[in-house]
């Protein structure tokens, strides 16, 4: 008995670590069939995540079909507004998985099934889990056409491997090879930490930005600095692939101290749930100053993110008065092993009349490692635990029905929840009334709001002015492509139009002749569109009814005829 449990244990152990180990290399093929062109590489940093795959150029447009990867079985299929748009995800039978994002359509099998579906639920998003025999794909088969679906900021293919445990990874780990890159990473600028609470860099106490000089081989050296006490480096850096001018990310960074590997950060692998994390990866002041990214090559606490490896002293550099010259070395390299290089010859310098930059106290004293309640006239304030990276003093400004909480240059990780007592207003007023993040150049923007008697609370993640506000305007809804009582027997699509200014949509439906019909809704470009090779449309003469409703209720109805022959 207890040898037959070992022997599972055993066979069961090394499926898991062959999962893991070894990575079996060319299994994957490109799903275009034009060049493997790439305008976004893994691990690549982005707003509040890395990058979780590789984005394929299409030629700037949509409808290339898009094949599968490897043999498997299509068994998860999601529509969604925004995030992936129209997505696929394929099994494969060594356990992992392949994605491919911000579809236009799917295969006429793939979209049959999809188009039931939505019917049956009466809504154009749906996840569904197809079982492993329903939907078997062999590689190079076609599953999808590529398009600009979900938030893709242009026609491209997004596409991912994920492991047996749903982590995405490097996809170059598996091959692709035809992706040439014979170029080293550029690297925008270098800055320098000062860490400790008497380190200072050529006599600045805060972030520093470094002067690079170019050498003969194309890496880069700087004057030598003069420091004092526990000091670290960021880098905004970037990679251009061969035939390409899209700027990726790179993919790994290595720093050394006399020789000696002091740091390192890869981008093989992470997990969904670290992404976020990023924010704590770069330097997130200057990003939401000066919008670039600053990846640092040191560790803070609070940072579990797995993608560091052999971190010594954090990545810090400790220089103290007796020191002799030390040299700091920055190895940036992209996935083929171009590497860029920045010697930093390191000096000794003690001042002590250096000011330390003070820190602003205030009555809102927030711990990074505990929960905070704050509340003032009516408004409540609750932080999570672990929501802050580091304790914090809060700069709160409440007055009336308006809170200026903090700034959004500081990181949150996770949502806190603002209260507003509402009992002032009448019921009636009451349902009208929203939340609003309002920018330091005036807009306003929605933000999801709960209502609860007396009581209104939005769960957000990022710091700034939050304030009420109300409103009593219905969503519009305007024909793109037809007017009232038109013929429209050769058209393919009727497409309309519908936008709401203040708190955006929050549901639409459509129905011929009473019956629903099923529209595919666009944010970006605000349009709703029906298909008319859905089949559901047989009568001649026909009542189209749209309904749209924004997010505090306010409803809009759209009623036109439209005649067709069949
Ligand atoms: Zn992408």
Redesign the pocket.
Known sequence: MQLKFLIFTLLFCNHLTYAQDEIPRNYFESPLEIPLLLS?TFGELRSNHF?A?M?IKTNGVTGLAVSASAKGYVGRIKIQHGGYGKALYVYHPNGYQSVYAHLDNFSPKIEALVRKAQYKKESYEIELFPSALELKVKQGEVIGYSGNSGSSGGPHL?FEIRDFKSKPMNPFLFGFDEVKDSRKPQIFALHAYSLGPDSHVNGSTDRLQLKLIQRQDGNYRTEPIKAFGTIGFGIDAYDILDLTYNKNGVYSVVTKLNGKPVFETTFDKFSFYESRYINRLIDFEYYATEKRRIQKLFLEPNNPLSLYKDVYNNGTVTIQKDNLDQSFEILVSDFMGNTRSILIPLTTDFDENLIQKEIKETEYFAKANSASVFEEGKIDIYIPKNALYEDIFLDIDIEGLSVKLHEPTTPLHKSMTIGFDVSQYSLEDQDKLYIASVTSWGSKYYVSTYKKKDRLTTKVNEFGTYQLFEDNKAPTITPKNFRDKQWVSNFRFLKLEIDDEDTGIESYRATVNGEFILMEYDYKTKTLTYDFNDGKISDTKNELKVVVTDKVGNTAIFEAEFLRKN
Do not use: V
């Open positions: 976004g990058h795959g984005d997004h």
